[in-house]
């Protein structure tokens, strides 16, 4: 059972588990589970929040993420409050537009002033016990404008180090998924289906 109510969330975690090849039929959670809080103050602690109350729900094995972006020049924020960032409900793009706004109101403008990483920590519960976490992380920096129409969040200022100049926006915009190579839910998620693959053959 997939934890996540954000349906591109669903979607990445779907496609990177196709390609790493692990047989597992990831369900989508019943529309009837309510959302559960994020109130921890880690990305693992909300994603177990989120793993063991959906898993309670149905009584099947679960799998939950949480992610945030890093900004070195904001002491680590949005962090694990990034989904929220601007605050209730959750807006990307009101999210966004603050994250831009707070760097350029500190004059940061070089990609050192403006470093940040993203991380996603992903988790399986089973029901009779056992959990398996894996976290994956991308360096990179913000952009000081939206570019590129493709992926979710913050992919359109997102811009990885180990890419091309392009930031995630961009990477998805001219091939869908491709991002998946060098993102942090496409590391976390492939340590994470290699692990379920592990259990699932002993």
């Known amino acids: 059972m997939l934890a996540t109510t954000n349906a591109n969330k669903a979607r990445e975690i779907r496609e990177i588990f196709s390609a790493a090849g692990v047989d597992i039929e990831l ?4 529309a009837e589970v309510p959302e559960v809080e994020e109130t921890e ?3 693992a602690g909300n994603a177990r929040r989120k793993a063991a ?8 094995p679960t799998i939950a993420e949480d992610t945030g972006i890093e900004v070195g020049a904001l002491g680590g924020a949005p962090g694990v409050r990034s989904a929220r960032y ?3 409900p959750a807006d990307d793009e009101a999210n966004v537009d603050r994250l831009l706004a707070e760097l350029q109101a500190r004059g940061l403008v070089t990609p050192a002033q403006r470093h940040a990483r993203f991380v996603t920590v992903a988790v399986a519960l089973w029901p009779g016990g056992g959990e398996q976490m894996a976290e994956g992380v991308v360096e990179g920096w913000v952009a000081p404008e939206r570019r590129g129409t493709g992926g979710f969040g913050y992919d359109p200022v997102f811009v ?6 392009r930031t995630f926006g961009e990477i998805e915009e001219a091939t869908p998924g491709a991002k998946h190579g060098l993102s942090h839910r496409g590391r976390a998620f492939r340590a994470l289906a290699g692990s379920l693959g592990a259990a699932l053959h002993r």
């Open 27 to 30: 369900l989508d959670r019943p």
């Open 41 to 43: 103050e880690t990305l």
């Open 53 to 60: 109350a959906l898993m309670q729900a149905t009584g099947l």
């Open 86 to 88: 601007a605050g209730e």
């Open 160 to 165: 990885p180090d180990e890419g091309d100049g």
